[in-house]
C-alpha cells in the first residue's frame, strides 16, 4: 500500500487497514495533482497527476525539498504558508512552480495538516493548475487596460508599450515589439520595444519589407506569420543575425497585422534568448498581441483620420476654416509679444459661380485643385493657405512688411493670369484679394477676417482682378450690424419672433420621428433676417439666452399640442448656444418649462456643438445632470468643431449629427463620403445613433442608406415649415 511505503513515522492502527485502501485511492486517481510532505518540506508522495503535472519521476522527487520546485519570488509567501499548515491551519493559497523544462506554471494549492492521534505528522495537499486561467484573466485586464487608455486619449506609443507589458507577461520569457509600415509601404520603422536593447531597435528601424528580411520584413511582404526557431541557422537572418545574436536574441516569431482590407500595418514581434517553437498557447498569445495592436492602429488611423478631415478641406486637402482660425489666432498671441505685422490675404475667384454652372461641378473642383496647388507655390512654407469654402481663399503671411505683402498678392494676380487647360476647356479665372493687417486693421481673428472680406468686395467693385488693403471707408457693415443689435433688443417684445420647424425622418419606414425647432425673424423693415446675421450678434451681447428661452418654451408648447391632436410619439430638437449651455440656472430653468407645458421629458432632444464641451469637466457635469431630466442629447454639427474622441466616452451623448457639408457634396466627392460613413461607422461602434442633416437629393439618401443611416432631414423631406404647416406633413410621412 502506498501510505504505508511512507515510513515508520505515520503509524495507523491496524485494523484501519480498509481506510487506507480508501484514502489511497482517492489520492492515486485523483485527477489533480496531491502531495504529502513531511514536516520539514521533504516531498513524501506524488500521485500521477502530479508526476504529469511536474514532469518527474517519482525517483527524482522522492525526499527532494518541496521549496526546491518553487519559482524564487514565490518562495517567501510558500514557506509562510507550509509554516501555518505545520501549525494546524488549512490554507489556500497561489504559487508558481518550475518545471523539469525550465518553464513556469502557476498553482492554486489547498494545504492542509495530516493528523495521526491527534499529533501533526505531516502536511497535504491538491494543487491546480491556473496557468491559462491567469493567463486569459491577465490578457482580459490587458485588454480592457489598452481600450481604457484608448477612450482617454494615450499617445500610440504608451498604448502600443502597455500592449507589450502585458503579453511579455504571458509569454513564458518573451521579449515584445512592435514596428509599423511607413507611408511609403516599402519599410518597417520601429515603434515600441521597451524591454529590448536600444541598439538593436536602432538597428532594425526603417528595415526593409521583403523576402529574406529577417522574421518581420519578411512577414510584412508574405503577409503570414513567420516562425523562426534558431536565428542563427536560419536564411532569412543572414544580414541580421549578427546584431541579433550579439544582444542574446536566438529566435523570433513574427505576425503581420492588418487592416480591414488585409493591407498590412505593421508587424507584432516576439523575441526569445534561445532557439524554440511555439506552442499552442505561444500562438494564441501573439495572435491576441497582434489583435490588439491591430485595434490601437486602426483607432488611431481612424482618429487621424477624423481629426484631419476636421481640420482640412476634403476636396483640395488645405487647411479649412477651422485649422486657419486656430492658426490666426495663434499668430495674433504670438505677435502681441513680437509686434510684429501679420498679413490677412481673403480671396475669391471672379466669376466661378458662372464656370461651375456652366462647365458643371465636376469641373469647378478640378479648376479649384489646380488652383490651390498654384497659390501654394506662391507663399513660403511657414504661411497659412486654406480654403474657406466654395472659390473663397485665405491666407496669413507673419513677420511681413506691407511691401512683401503686396508682392504675394501681385505674385498671385500674375500666376492665376494663364489660362487653364481643364479636360479640354481653356479656362480664364482672375482673383479679388482684400487685405487685413494686425495690429493695425484689428486685435482678434474675426475682426481681420471681416475686414480682409469687405477689402476683397471693394476690390471686386474696382474690376476684379486687383487686390486691396482695408480701408476704414470700407466700413458699411459695422453700421449694419450695429442696426441689426439694436432691432434684435426690441425684436422679442414686438413679438418679431416665430419658429420653424424641420421634420426628422426615420429612413426605415419613411415616417417622422420628430422635428427640429428652428428660430426666424421677420423685421418690419429689415425683412426676413437670416439667423446666421442676427444670432451670433445675440450670442455676443447676451439676448442668446433669453431669445433661447424663448424658443425652448414654445416649441415645447408646440409638441404638447401636437401630442393632444395625436402624435404623442413626436420627438423635438432644440439647439442651445453656447451662452445658454454655461449659464448657472440652465437646469431649472428647462425644468420649469417642462413643467409648465407638461410635455414628456423623453421627447426633447437638446443639441450642442462639439466646440461647446471645450471644457470636458464642466460640460460633463451639465450633461449628466441634463440626462438626469430624461432628455436626449444630441451633438450638432459633428466633424466641423472641436474634435476629441475621448469625450464621445466621457459624455452621455444619444445622437451625433452629421453636419450637411459632410452630406452636401458626398455624391460628387469620394472624401465628404468618406468622411460621413466614417462618422456612420464611428457611432454604430459606440452603439450611438447617427442624423444625418442637409439630405437634398435621392442619391445623397441612397449612399446614407447603403451605410446604415437610420435617421435623417433635409430639403429632400421638407423645408422648415410653420407649426400650422406641419400637421399635413406628418399626415403625409405617417
Not at 182 to 204: M, Q, V
Not at 311 to 333: M, Q
Not at 473 to 489: C, G, P, Q, S, Y
Not at 683 to 705: D, R, S, W
Request: proline share 3%; glycine share 6%; aromatic share 8%.
Amino acid at each position: 500500500m502506498l501510505f504505508r511505503k511512507i515510513g515508520v513515522s505515520m503509524k495507523f492502527p491496524i485494523d484501519q487497514t480498509c481506510l487506507f485502501d480508501m484514502y489511497e485511492s482517492i489520492f492515486s486517481h485523483n485527477p489533480d495533482a496531491c502531495y504529502i510532505l513531511d514536516l520539514n518540506g521533504n516531498v513524501l508522495l506524488f500521485n500521477d497527476a502530479a508526476l504529469q503535472l511536474t514532469g518527474l519521476t517519482k525517483d527524482e522527487i522522492h525526499n527532494v525539498p518541496f521549496i526546491s520546485l518553487i519559482e524564487e519570488q514565490c518562495i517567501a509567501n510558500t514557506r509562510r504558508f507550509f509554516k501555518s499548515v505545520k501549525n494546524g491551519n488549512s490554507e489556500r493559497f497561489n504559487t508558481t512552480i518550475k518545471l523539469k523544462d525550465g518553464s513556469r506554471i502557476d498553482l492554486s494549492v489547498t494545504c492542509v495538516p495530516i493528523y495521526i492521534d491527534n499529533k501533526i505528522y505531516g502536511v497535504g495537499g491538491i494543487a491546480k493548475n491556473i496557468t491559462e486561467i491567469n493567463h486569459l484573466q491577465t490578457l482580459l485586464n490587458g485588454q480592457n487596460k489598452v481600450l481604457e487608455m484608448l477612450a482617454k486619449g494615450y499617445p500610440i506609443k504608451d498604448v502600443l508599450n502597455e500592449i507589450i507589458h502585458v503579453i511579455e507577461k504571458v509569454s513564458h520569457g518573451g521579449t515584445c515589439s512592435i514596428s509599423l509600415v511607413d507611408k511609403s509601404g516599402t519599410k518597417l520603422i520601429h515603434y515600441s520595444s521597451p524591454n529590448l536593447p536600444e541598439e538593436y531597435t536602432n538597428f532594425i528601424s526603417n528595415i526593409t519589407i521583403g523576402n529574406n528580411s529577417g522574421s518581420c520584413g519578411t512577414a510584412a511582404y508574405l503577409k503570414k506569420i513567420i516562425i523562426v526557431e534558431d536565428i542563427e541557422t536560419d536564411p532569412l537572418w543572414e544580414n541580421y543575425k549578427e546584431y541579433a545574436l550579439k544582444h542574446n536574441l536566438k529566435a523570433c516569431w513574427s505576425l503581420p497585422v492588418f487592416d480591414n482590407s488585409k493591407n498590412v500595418l505593421g508587424v507584432f514581434a516576439m523575441y526569445y534568448d534561445k532557439p524554440t517553437t511555439p506552442n499552442e498557447h505561444d500562438r494564441k498569445t501573439i495572435e491576441k498581441a497582434a489583435y490588439l495592436t491591430n485595434l490601437v492602429i486602426q483607432h488611431f488611423i481612424s482618429e487621424e483620420k477624423i481629426n484631419f478631415m476636421a481640420y482640412h478641406d476634403a476636396l483640395t486637402g488645405l487647411p479649412n476654416r477651422r485649422l486657419f482660425d486656430l492658426r490666426v489666432k495663434r499668430a495674433i498671441e504670438n505677435n502681441q509679444l513680437e509686434n510684429n505685422l501679420l498679413g490677412l490675404l481673403y480671396i475669391d475667384l471672379d466669376r466661378f459661380k458662372v464656370i461651375n454652372d456652366s462647365l458643371g461641378h465636376n469641373i469647378g473642383d478640378l479648376l479649384l485643385k489646380e488652383v490651390s496647388q498654384l497659390l501654394k507655390g506662391c507663399i513660403r512654407k511657414i504661411d497659412t493657405f486654406s480654403r474657406q469654402g466654395g472659390d473663397e481663399f485665405t491666407i496669413l503671411l507673419e513677420g511681413v512688411s506691407k511691401s512683401e505683402i503686396a508682392d504675394i498678392a501681385e505674385r498671385i494676380i500674375d500666376v492665376l493670369s494663364k489660362p487653364f487647360m481643364i479636360n479640354g476647356n481653356e479656362i480664364f479665372v482672375t482673383p479679388s484679394i482684400g487685405i487685413s493687417l494686425h495690429p493695425v486693421d484689428g486685435q482678434d481673428k474675426d475682426e481681420l477676417l471681416r475686414k480682409a472680406d469687405m477689402a476683397m468686395y471693394q476690390a471686386k467693385k474696382r474690376g476684379r482682378n486687383n487686390y486691396q488693403f482695408y480701408d476704414e471707408v470700407l466700413d458699411k457693415k459695422e453700421f449694419e450690424r450695429l442696426e441689426i443689435e439694436n432691432e434684435l433688443r426690441k425684436a422679442m417684445d414686438k413679438e418679431e419672433f416665430s419658429l420653424h420647424y424641420q421634420p426628422i425622418i426615420d429612413l426605415t419606414n419613411n415616417k417622422m420621428t420628430g422635428v427640429e425647432a428652428l428660430i426666424r425673424w421677420n423685421h418690419p423693415m429689415l425683412g426676413l433676417v437670416p439667423p446666421s446675421k442676427f444670432i451670433p450678434i445675440a450670442e455676443e451681447i447676451g439676448l442668446i439666452v433669453p431669445i433661447g428661452e424663448w424658443v425652448l418654451r414654445n416649441a415645447c408648447k408646440q409638441i404638447k399640442n401636437w401630442e393632444n391632436l395625436g402624435f404623442g410619439d413626436l420627438t423635438l430638437s432644440v439647439n442651445l448656444s453656447i451662452r445658454q449651455f454655461y449659464q448657472v440656472n440652465l437646469i431649472s430653468m428647462i425644468k420649469r418649462i417642462i413643467d409648465e407645458t407638461k410635455i414628456n421629458p423623453a421627447q426633447l432632444t437638446v443639441e450642442i456643438t462639439e466646440s461647446m464641451t471645450m471644457d470636458v469637466e464642466t460640460a460633463t457635469i451639465i450633461l449628466h445632470d441634463l440626462k438626469d431630466l430624461g432628455l436626449t442629447i444630441s451633438i450638432d454639427d459633428f466633424g466641423t468643431g472641436y474634435s476629441s474622441l475621448n469625450y464621445l466616452k466621457t459624455f452621455p451623448i444619444d445622437y451625433l449629427k452629421i453636419d450637411q457639408s459632410f452630406i452636401r457634396d458626398m455624391t460628387k466627392s469620394k472624401s465628404d463620403e468618406n468622411i460621413a460613413t466614417t462618422i456612420l461607422l464611428m457611432a454604430h461602434n459606440l452603439g450611438l445613433k447617427a442624423i444625418a442633416e442637409g439630405v437634398e437629393t435621392n442619391e445623397q439618401l441612397q449612399v446614407l442608406k447603403t451605410h446604415n443611416c437610420h435617421i435623417a432631414q433635409g430639403y429632400l423631406f421638407s423645408k422648415p415649415l410653420p407649426a400650422e404647416d406641419i400637421t399635413q406633413i406628418i399626415n403625409q410621412l405617417n
